[in-house]
């Protein structure tokens, strides 16, 4: 198993850090590290490092990391999705699943018919996941969850972005119109409604502020489901 862990102070030139909190007691407890051991660092922002484990406490482990070097895992495109997310005991797999196929940023939506708006804790929660997710899979930049908006601040501020808009509402030949336009995209960002869907007035304000339809198919998906299909589509 890899044993990577996230330091957001990892020194370029390499020297002496400590992983404390969360990482030190995943390191400590769950993996069980012994003094010697080589493990990875990375700090979310693309940079990773070799280090070894010279000692360690219960609750600190200090280590010495060789210099940093900025491998390449990134998609192409940079991907931007606004989800009105669903229970609590569904986001941490949609974050996951997000995390892992390479969107940059996740903003969660409030929409006409949310029925639950994300508290503070969820998405503390929430962030934590991305960093076990980017562990896990290899990621060195941490996917970026935003505070939450509702629908239409969401739509205006995409509006004001140089980048291709798309919401997830069927239409006539909307997903032809989108695969075309996605083939030149480097910028893009996507929306996702709630258990029920769009109102006709957010499908509406969306448009006039430069949203494409873009149509998943003839069945219905959960949530979870649409943002990944969108995700893997356009990554």
């Known amino acids: 198993m890899t044993r990577r862990y996230y330091c957001s102070n990892l020194p370029s030139n390499g020297g002496n850090i400590v992983l404390v909190d969360a990482e030190a007691q995943h390191a400590i407890r769950v993996m069980r590290v012994k003094t010697g051991e080589s493990i990875t660092l990375f700090d979310g922002k693309g940079s990773e490092a070799e280090a070894v ?3 360690i406490t219960r609750r600190e482990c200090f280590c010495s990391t060789q210099p940093t070097t900025q491998p390449d895992r ?4 940079s991907l931007h999705l606004g989800v009105a997310l669903p229970k609590p005991d569904r986001c ?3 974050v996951e699943r997000l995390t ?3 969107v940059k940023t996740l903003t969660p939506i409030v929409a006409a018919r949310t029925q639950r708006e994300p508290s503070a804790s969820l998405l503390e929660k929430l962030r934590r996941t991305v960093i076990e997710a980017c562990k896990q899979s290899g990621r060195n930049h941490l996917m970026e969850i935003q505070d939450t908006l509702t629908s239409s601040q969401f739509f205006a501020d995409a509006a004001h972005q140089d980048q ?3 919401i997830a509402h069927p239409a006539d030949d909307a997903d032809q119109v989108a695969v075309a ?3 030149d995209a480097t910028n893009c960002c996507a929306a996702v409604g709630p258990e029920g869907g769009w109102t006709e007035d957010e499908v509406g304000l969306a448009m006039q502020n430069g949203f494409q339809c873009l ?3 003839k069945r219905i998906y959960r949530i979870e489901t649409a943002a990944v299909v969108i995700a893997a589509r356009m990554l």
């Open 53 to 55: 484990i010279e000692s």
């Open 74 to 77: 990134e998609p192409q495109v």
């Open 92 to 94: 941490r797999e949609l």
């Open 100 to 102: 892992e196929i390479g």
């Open 164 to 166: 291709l808009l798309w």
């Open 181 to 183: 336009n996605r083939d």
């Open 215 to 217: 149509p998943l198919g």
